[in-house]
């Protein structure tokens, strides 16, 4: 019976994923002086297995690559060869090609065979260079001795499964496209009696199979059945772990960071589950306590009905959570590409960097980590290019010529706070300030250094003094401002001459769900989200000023806040005829102040946000929409946007 192997190409394509992953974070922490033979033998270990996979599911070109890969790896690792430089680099962009065929199998692009073609050769030279180095030494050093493979190093080296010991490439594709039922190499539709005993002890390595803990690895790999027959014993073998505890915790998140399935599956905790099953279970006993309540309304009935209401409405709360907790993912699926990125920039720009990642653990909303990407590679990008000095700037400035860009990521309040920072030369703000004039830009001489600092996200603006592959074109800070504006958050700036700089995000929890105010304007209700929101009091006409150029100011404990009415913005009918009768909401957003007018207070939910934009049509000043307990829809104020439309209203 033949079986469709299609059927697994997923699993595969996010395995081999994993495995690159893998394979680019221990080879970026890797000591070119004195490399961890655990980390060589975990490198060694994912590219033999994406081999083994691809083998399996007859994609030879991905086969040929990490076949020469694997050569070269497997040599370290035996401490036949020293590692240099030149091969970490071969390496990575081993990772790179080897990705892209993954990528054409997924059908999403097509394979540059000149860039395999120049990948191999590189690798093959550095082997070739490396071999006849050593050949050489060893025969200055010692007589000349045939070669022979000992018992103990056979025991030192077991291989790892799928294509162990073949005579040469050509042996190991003709077994990779055509593997016999009787050497079930594999392992993926067969158990042999080893194999159960593998799995029994938790050793099991494959495509549909955990990675096993360290010591099982270890003890797996330094016990091979040397005497079992051919198919058994590779089997048998074909059982390692991760390189250590920690590389196995950080491959499957490092991994789908770079994964293009990450928008259609999330890895959760078995705890989640179980805790999302439970309070499903509440709420279905709650529901029938209702149903059976609603046909006992004589008597004590009905307090029966209202104690069954609060306990369903605490019950909805929790699966709610419990839902959203599911969408929760560490940053690191984020944080994790970055490290190449500064090696590959850093090296480009002629610069010592240090990468520091600080909270890789704290959660965020699925949703918002595909969409911080791209603004923290800029933001990154940007503090290689502009901010941190060349080697000898930094000598002559007194500072280590290593330089540090530091990302963090921790909670605070309901929001997750995003920092990247460096220790480089920092803003220059006169020549900000020479730039916005040269630009036509209404700025002077006596702005704050926080509104200098803002002017650097003006559409266009930039002081790169050349133009290069980088940065310097003025596309950047405007579209980072406008994409974290875009999914609720802020973008915040701050800098010392000389001592470096530091951008600061604010982004909601989850995209999801937002604790709100509601107010009434009109016949309408609207939502003013909470983290936006200072006070709320309410005033008199003697409070409002009219500025020439600015338009009505309300005077509020020494500041003058621009007012603006919700009323005359959706144009609707105001409820409250005089300034006395009605609320003043003063909301901050992009570090301004401005105060809203509104007819009235309702209360304080936390509302589902649903896509106006996606189910209606883009309105300004709005967000999203909910329902609300009636059933009636309220829009969600874009406070921004709104700030936004008071500027524009003032200049008109």
């Known amino acids: 019976m033949s079986i469709d192997l299609s059927q697994f190409y997923q699993v595969f394509f996010d395995e081999a994923a994993e495995h690159l992953a893998a394979m680019e974070s221990l080879l970026l922490g890797l000591d070119v002086s004195n490399p961890s033979m655990d ?50 680099s071969a390496f990575l962009e081993a990772g790179d090609v080897i990705s892209m065929q993954l990528a054409a199998h997924r059908g999403e692009g097509e394979v540059d065979a000149v860039a395999v073609s120049a990948v191999c050769e590189k690798l093959e ?12 030494a060893a025969t200055a050093a010692v007589q000349p001795v045939a070669p022979v493979v000992t018992a103990s190093q056979t025991q030192e080296d077991p291989g790892y499964g799928f294509f162990d010991d073949e005579p040469e490439p050509a042996a190991q594709k003709s077994e990779a496209t055509d593997p016999q039922p009787e050497d079930p190499s594999y392992g993926f539709f067969e158990d042999t009696p080893v194999q159960k005993a593998e ?28 005497d079992a027959p051919p198919g058994v014993q590779q089997a048998a073998v074909a059982a390692p772990a991760a390189a250590t505890a920690n590389t196995a ?44 309540s609603a046909q006992d309304m004589l008597g004590a009935g009905g307090e029966h009905l209202q104690s069954g209401m609060y306990q369903l409405e605490r019950n909805t709360r929790d699966l709610q959570e419990a839902v959203m907790s599911i969408r929760m993912m560490p940053i690191s699926f ?20 240090e990468l520091k990642l600080v909270g890789e653990n704290t959660e965020l909303d699925k949703g918002l980590i595909e969409k911080i990407s791209d603004p923290l590679t800029h933001l990154v990008r940007n503090s290689l290019d502009h901010g941190i000095e060349s080697v000898e700037k930094r000598i002559a400035a007194g500072k280590n010529a290593c330089g540090t860009i530091t990302l963090k990521a921790f909670h605070q309040g309901g929001n997750v706070v995003i920092e990247v920072a ?40 930039s002081t790169a003094d050349v133009v290069t592959d980088v940065s310097g074109r003025g596309v950047g800070m405007d579209v980072v401002k406008r994409n974290i504006a875009e999914i609720g958050g802020r973008v915040e700036l701050d800098s010392l001459e000389g001592m470096g700089s530091r951008v600061i ?46 338009g009505r100011m309300l005077h509020v404990r020494g500041e003058y806040l ?90 008109d």
């Open 39 to 88: 980390d060589l033998n975990a490198i060694f270990r994912s590219a033999h297995s994406i081999k083994g996979g691809a083998g399996t599911f007859g994609f030879t070109d991905m086969t040929e690559v990490t076949h020469i890969l694997e050569t070269l790896l497997d040599k370290l690792r035996k401490q036949e060869m020293t590692l240099v430089n030149e091969m970490i």
């Open 249 to 292: 915790k950080r491959a499957p998140e490092k991994a789908a960071a770079s994964s293009s399935s990450e928008t259609s599956s999330i890895r959760v905790s078995v705890e989640k589950v179980d805790q999302l099953i439970n309070l499903v279970g509440e709420l279905v006993i709650t529901q029938a306590m209702l149903a059976q």
């Open 422 to 461: 460096d220790d480089g030369g920092g803003l220059n703000r006169g020549k900000i300030l020479s730039k916005a004039k040269e630009r036509g830009l209404p700025v002077r001489d006596e702005m704050t250094d926080q509104e200098v600092w803002a002017l650097i996200m003006e559409p266009g603006f």
């Open 505 to 550: 995000i604010r982004l909601p929890l989850t995209l999801a769900i937002l604790d709100g105010l509601s107010v009434l304007v009109g016949n309408e209700t609207y939502i003013v989200p909470l983290g936006a929101i200072i006070e709320s009091l309410q005033i008199s006409e003697s409070d409002l000023k009219t500025v020439s150029g600015e």
């Open 334 to 353: 984020v944080f994790s590409r970055f490290p190449r990125l500064v090696r590959d920039l850093a090296g480009k720009l002629n610069k010592q960097v």
């Open 562 to 651: 621009p007012l603006v009415a919700l009323h005359e913005v959706f144009n609707t009918k105001a409820r409250a005829e005089r300034l006395e009768q009605g609320i003043v909401v003063i909301v901050e957003a992009e570090g301004k102040k401005t105060a809203l007018f509104v007819d009235d207070l309702l209360g304080q939910h936390q509302v589902v946000i649903k896509s106006l934009e996606s189910n209606f049509r883009k309105i300004k000043g709005v967000s999203g929409a909910t329902i609300m307990g009636d059933g009636k829809v309220a829009l969600i104020l874009d406070v921004a946007a709104l700030v936004t439309h008071h500027g524009m209203m003032a200049r």
């Open 199 to 226: 799995k029994e002890a938790e050793q099991g390595y494959g495509f549909f199979q955990e990675l096993a803990a360290p010591a099982a690895e270890k003890s797996a790999s330094a016990t091979p059945a040397a």
């Open 125 to 136: 030279s550095l082997t070739s260079v490396q071999q006849d180095a050593s050949a050489h």
